[in-house]
């Protein structure tokens, strides 16, 4: 149901490659990645740093709160989150939020534009750099992909491109607890993604399931050092609903699990509509900003929980 798609065959043969990627993305709307650009050594500083920072004090996460600042940057505690817009379930994660980062003097900070502002870095040595490091691999490697994906739908490689500078694209650490058995409990409620597409790297423990269209759930296999990559509404949208995205949840996981997710979105101005020749549109065009915007705030709402 989900395939496994190896990055070398790019080179080898591009066309067989972004027809692949084009199967994935109309069929389930996620595909496994294996053998991509990112190198193994950034990706287990990544997962090291987020775990000396999730093992911080309370307090000292605190400081780096998510709530300090209108932009979606630092540390959601767990129930801060609910990504199932349509119950009452609260998330049991936790998670670390970084976005472009930007000098407290970039003039779209000091005019604070929404999503602009500062990343909160944690007092923790190497960490800022290291994910500043990884954000800009892992985005290189999703423009890489959308350069696939222009291919399969019959466009110039390289039409997404202009879309994707300064990006809201969003790093995101995740640390799930074990599960306690608990009625309704969820890790990360049934939600679909915002973005065009999303690199996810996990740590191996299950927990991971996709729903497709018509069907029940199904876990998401693990496969060593590959990445996770599935469709976001963006990207539906501007394919007409060529392309899915579909729906997935985190359950409760037996241990605790960690992953990071990189969020690739385009540039805030950006008009996302209907690509040519995918026929009427279906959605009005919407600023990537505004649609960002909308989906976060039904995220972060209070739940009723009567």
């Known amino acids: 149901m989900i395939p496994l798609i190896d990055w070398s065959e790019n080179a080898a043969d591009p066309a067989g490659f972004a027809k692949r990627v084009g199967t994935a993305c109309r069929d389930t709307g996620f595909f496994v990645l ?14 090291a740093q987020a775990d000396a920072f999730f093992a911080l004090p309370q307090q000292d996460k605190a400081r780096v709160s998510i709530l300090n600042t209108p932009h979606f940057r630092g540390w959601a505690k767990p129930g801060d989150e609910s990504l199932d817009e349509t119950t009452a379930q ?11 980062d930007l000098p407290t003097d970039d003039p ?37 992909l959308l350069r696939v ?14 879309s994707f500078h300064d990006p809201l694209s969003a790093l995101r650490l995740l640390s799930y607890p074990p599960g306690t058995g608990a009625d309704n409990e969820i890790g990360a409620g049934a939600h679909t993604d915002y973005g065009a597409i999303t690199l996810l790297m996990t740590d191996g ?16 296999p693990h496969v060593p050092d590959a990445y996770v990559v599935n469709i976001g509404d963006c990207m539906m949208r501007w394919t007409n609903d060529i392309y899915v995205s579909t729906p997935h949840r985190v359950i409760p996981p037996k241990r605790r699990r960690r992953s990071v997710a990189m969020f690739i979105e385009a540039n805030p101005d950006t008009v996302v509509q209907a690509l040519p020749g995918t026929g009427t549109p279906k959605y009005a065009p919407i600023r990537a900003a505004d649609y960002l915007m909308s989906r976060l705030d039904a995220t972060y709402a209070p739940k009723d929980l009567q």
């Open 90 to 100: 609260v998330d049991t994660k936790e998670t670390f939020n970084i976005g472009l």
């Open 108 to 144: 779209r900070v000091v005019a604070g534009e929404p999503f602009r502002g500062v990343n909160q870095w944690p007092d923790l040595p190497g960490f800022a750099e290291t994910m500043r490091a990884y954000y800009d691999a892992a985005q290189n490697l999703g423009i890489s």
């Open 34 to 47: 294996q053998n991509h650009t990112v190198p193994d050594a950034l990706r287990a500083q990544v997962f």
């Open 205 to 220: 423990e299950p927990g991971l399931q996709v729903r497709p269209r018509g069907g029940d759930w199904i876990d998401v």
């Open 149 to 162: 994906i222009a291919r399969d739908l019959g466009l110039a490689s390289d039409h997404f491109t202009p």
